[in-house]
């Protein structure tokens, strides 16, 4: 039986990059995948989208260009040739995962793993010793009992990314950060999109304005909010109202995207603590089993890929490392890539009330700078809001909605995570013009002195 220092199971975002961290500190790595390389956010998830969302704004954008002396005619969404991009989009980074592990000199195969013990993993008829075990495998998409969920016009994220033409219509069941991507890609290229979300409005991380805002600006896309879905048959989706009437939509194709869950089949042999499905850890992402680490979905702390190679550090920092790293989530920022796009970072205002924070706020309108109405112009919509504690000034939460959102998000994360004071956003350069000044701006709303 071969050993390892570390054995890791599952090559998404936070398998990968705590192998590739391991790896690069001269530890025997063993990297063990039951798919493709890069996981679900590569090849079913955060990348495809990106790659037709993508497209679908370029489509976008040449049917409403005229004020900007664009004048196409006849442009049409050729949608066998947005998922050709889609498909060498995903194949090109998972080659450059492949040459990633390579350099890192990581050992890498293919197949199902079956934990044998803290120390033992099974591939089929191998088994492989080790030191310490990560388990980094992910979640999958959440089928809710719901009569007609199985029938085969339904889809999750990941079949739906495998349709080889646009739907006519198609009912999206839940606004959460899947759904609304989805909706919004379709509606672009010509779908009859409907949401139907259970809670009072979609986006729950959100900011309830931005949140508005943004269903107003979707305008190829109904909401129906406060319903639940009660059945689905060949053609229609029947929902129930908050007020207890029963309607329906008609859908050629349906969406679920209500969530997703951990994976953790083949852990049955460890004595893992699980509560809510995920695997409990600690914030230096060890489990209750001192030399196995938990990161990414599968122990549900935060369903977010970023998090996920952020927690796969940590895991790797306490295993090799000469100091002790500890994982923070007050300031992970989120994007949701729509159109427009809309992301955040910190609290809302809701949070703060809901905690007791006493908090000053200011919101800018997008249109105030320069660059967002020379390149979007009038008709676009779109908000930057900063959240301040009313007496020391330390920024709290940053929110976003328009173009760029999900470009900028990042500095509002490094505002927060240095816990630096509208004062000190003040006194720093932004480049003009730039949709980053928005921030500033904000800040000189809150501290109107110099």
């Not at 085969?152 to 349709?163: F, G, K, N, Q």
Request: proline content about 4%.
């Amino acid at each position: 039986m071969e050993r390892y220092d570390l054995i890791v199971i599952g090559s998404g975002p936070g398998g990968y990059i705590a192998a590739q961290r391991a790896g690069n500190l001269g530890k025997r790595v063993l990297l063990i995948e039951a798919d493709a390389l890069g996981g679900i956010c590569t090849n079913h998830g955060c990348i495809p989208t990106k790659s037709l969302l993508g497209g679908a704004k370029l489509y976008k954008h040449a049917l409403s260009g005229e004020q900007f002396g664009l004048e196409v005619d006849g442009a049409r969404f050729n949608y066998s040739q947005a998922v050709a991009h889609k498909d060498e989009t995903v194949k090109t980074l998972r080659g450059g995962i492949e040459f990633l592990m390579k350099s890192a000199k990581v050992d890498v195969i293919f197949g199902h793993a079956k934990v044998v013990d803290e120390h033992t993993v099974a591939v089929g008829d191998e088994r492989y010793g080790c030191d310490f075990l990560i388990l980094a495998t992910g979640s999958s998409a959440l089928v809710p009992p719901i009569k007609g969920a199985t029938l085969p016009h339904v889809l999750t994220s990941t079949e739906i990314l495998a349709l080889t033409e646009a739907p006519p219509t198609l009912a999206v069941i839940g606004g959460g950060v899947i759904g609304v991507e989805f909706a919004s890609f379709f509606s672009m290229i010509g779908t009859k999109v409907t949401v139907i979300e259970m809670m009072d409005e979609i986006l729950p991380m959100a900011d309830g304005e931005f949140a508005k805002l943004l269903r107003r600006e979707m305008k190829g896309v109904e909401f129906h909010l406060g319903c639940r879905v009660e059945e689905i048959d060949s053609q229609h989706v029947y929902y129930t109202t908050k007020s207890g009437e029963r309607k329906s939509i008609e859908a050629s194709t349906v969406l679920l995207s209500v969530g997703r869950k951990p994976n953790t089949a083949g852990l049955e042999a460890l004595p893992l603590v699980i509560e809510r499905g995920g695997v409990v850890v600690n914030d230096r992402m060890q489990t209750n089993l001192p030399t196995v680490y938990a990161v990414g979905d599968v122990n549900g702390r935060s369903l977010l890929a970023h998090s996920a190679s952020r927690m796969g550090e940590v895991a790797v920092a306490n295993i090799f490392g000469s100091k002790e790293m500890r994982m923070r989530y007050e300031a992970i920022p989120w994007a949701v890539y729509c159109s427009p796009e809309v992301s955040g970072c910190g609290i809302t205002e809701a949070e703060a009330a809901a905690k007791g924070v006493p908090v000053k706020r200011a919101t800018v309108q997008m249109r105030a700078s320069g660059r967002f109405l020379a390149e979007e112009g009038k008709r676009a919509g779109g908000l930057v809001k900063v959240i301040a504690h009313q007496e020391s000034g330390a920024i709290l939460g940053i929110h976003i909605l328009g173009s760029y959102a999900s470009e900028i998000i990042w500095g509002a994360a490094t505002l927060i995570e240095a816990e630096l004071r509208v004062q000190d956003v003040k006194e720093i350069v932004f480049p003009h013009p730039s949709v980053n000044e928005l921030i500033k701006e904000a800040c000189f709303q809150i501290d109107a002195g110099l």
